[in-house]
């Protein structure tokens, strides 16, 4: 079955830094394009961070540009969200899915279906 399950989520206060995993099962991450999501109360999900299958291209969206950077480890298989300045409007439940092409229009693939995402919550 393929499954990709985040974490790392958290309390963190305003200012803090924290690091999500998103780890494949069932496939390789090397063979695709994975985007990093979120969906804050009463918001629509957005593109927060792509990374392409080779790990030579990744795309932001403006709101985390300088903020947030987005690796992979093939060998365990895991894509990475590193996230430093947060502020409170970065509260969101966080997920990962595969995308058609990371390019600054990313989009989830429809197949499959979205995990339980991480809960990453800046507050003082």
């Known amino acids: 079955q393929l499954q990709l399950v985040e974490s790392g989520g958290g309390l963190v206060q305003p200012g803090g830094s924290l690091r999500l995993s998103c780890t494949a099962s069932g496939f390789r991450l090397d063979d695709y394009a994975i985007g990093w999501f979120r969906q804050a109360p009463g918001k629509e999900r957005e593109g927060v961070s792509c990374i392409s299958s080779s790990g030579g291209t990744t795309n932001s969206a403006d709101s985390v540009k300088g903020r947030f950077f987005i690796s992979k480890d093939n060998a365990k298989n895991t894509v990475y969200l590193h996230m430093n300045s947060l502020r409170p409007d970065d509260t969101a439940i966080y997920y990962c899915?595969?995308?058609?092409?990371?390019?600054?229009?990313?989009?989830?693939?429809?197949?499959?279906?979205w995990g339980q995402g991480t809960q990453v919550t800046v507050s003082s």
């Open positions: 899915k595969r995308v058609a092409a990371c390019i600054t229009t990313f989009q989830a693939l429809k197949v499959g279906s």
